[in-house]
């Protein structure tokens, strides 16, 4: 194993910044860069106890270039499970690239890739590519729910799922084979079936637990991508006005010319410790030209990954055809409000209770304001329906590769009750459960191709 350093800690300006080395010849580098204050070069790594921290000087050829704390962290018990030492320095840009300049002047250390120390974690068995993973969504985290999801996934609550259902079918699998040992001629006739019933019994309780595993990852995903509040409607109803408001700033341009909005508009706040985006949409109607129509089908594919859409019209003008056709387009959105705007300039009769299939509808001026509470309100409802799964700590998939491994290993489980119904051998029953195994393993990174591995660890920072 090789042994690498990296800075990491962000570049720039700040307080502290640290440098990590890890890999068998890690102390080595002590005596030619780190002179203790109360040791001089003299300082021995063996003599210290691990997770113990030393004041001194990193040195370059002779030269003091920092003050600096290293702390010391002796193998197996260490993030990687090798070795490793972490330099706190002063957090200047110039200050870290001179330390790291001088670590990787020897010849023994290299620059760590992206990634690389949390590979070296997984490698050595020190966690799970599951909790590997999880390392990457704690630093992404942009909310505290995506944060909390991260650190249970961390702490092995999704791992552990997994592990239990494995051991399940390594259970069958033994059950299924040992069956195989023997002749059937040598066995009751109802020993075949005894084992079948006890393999389906247990495949559809594990099929069960998977699938409500995989109907966690909408809103899971959610944690990474936030919540997708779109808005909605004909054009010159008030879709950036309304925008501007529930930002707080004037992100959209707003004017009188319809179709104004081409493109749509998407920006964030946190709602509820959720990530919320909001995004403003092109104008719903025959459209006039090709820039135009692009637009639309741009809304068209919001609407699509909408959790929430805000169905907005003009209450000045009254409902009209374009109205009718965005109506028409929300047919498969669960969340969605009807928001008539223009409260300001007073409504026309046909606005009333029950219009464009909507219960009811909430009332706005986006202008001055009027009624965005009510509008914050309900928006505050969803989200906290959403965040209910998060917050209860339990085991949830935010990740599409999770989710791959889990639908595969669950196709394979269906097969096997199939098979059993047409009476198939113990062969083939046993090589299903043993592909079902597989799906969990590359789940886990027990037999993850390294084609996987490294599109895992290279969306990491160079320093994790």
Known sequence: MDTIAAISTPIGQGGLGIIRITGPKAFSVIPRIFLSKKHGKRFSAKKQLSHSIHFGFLIRNNKKIDEVLMSIFKAP???????????????????????????????????????????????????????????????????????????????????????????????????????????????????????????????????????????????????????????????????????????????????????????????????????????????????????????????????????????IIDGSRGILKNDHMVTGMLSSVKHKFLVVNKLDLGFKNNIKKGILGYKRFISISAKDGKGMNSIMSELKKIIKKQNTLYLSGKAMITSIRHKNCIERCCKELEEIITDIRKNSSEEIISHRIKSSLNYLDELSGATTPDDVLNAVFSKFCIGK
Do not use: W
């Open 77 to 311: 018990n260490t993030f990687t499970g090798e070795d490793t030492l972490e330099f706190s320095c002063h957090g200047g840009t110039l200050v870290l690239e001179n330390a790291l300049s001088t670590i990787l002047e020897n010849d023994f250390i290299r620059l760590a890739e992206q990634g690389e120390f949390s590979k070296k974690a997984f490698l050595n068995g020190r966690i799970d590519l599951i909790q590997a993973e999880a390392v990457a969504d704690i630093i992404d985290a942009r909310n505290t729910l995506a944060l909390d999801a991260a650190v249970n996934q961390l702490d092995g609550s999704l791992s552990k799922t997994i592990n239990k259902h494995k051991d399940r079918l390594i259970s069958l699998l033994s059950l299924c084979e040992a069956n195989i040992e023997f002749p059937e001629d040598d066995m009751e006739d109802n020993t075949k079936k005894s084992c079948y019933k006890n393999i389906t019994k247990n495949i559809s309780s594990i099929l069960k637990d998977l699938n409500d595993l995989l109907s966690t990852f909408n809103r899971g995903s959610l944690l990474k991508q936030g919540i997708n509040v779109v808005i909605i409607g004909a054009p010159n109803t008030g879709k950036s006005t309304l925008l501007n408001s529930i930002l707080g700033f004037e992100r959209a341009i707003v004017t009188s010319v319809a179709g104004t909005t081409r493109d749509f508009l998407k920006e964030s706040l946190i709602i509820e410790g959720a990530v919320v985006n909001f995004i403003d949409t092109a104008g719903i109607r025959q459209a006039k030209d090709k820039i135009e129509k692009k637009g639309i089908s741009k809304t068209l594919q919001a609407i699509e990954k909408a959790t929430i859409v805000l169905h």
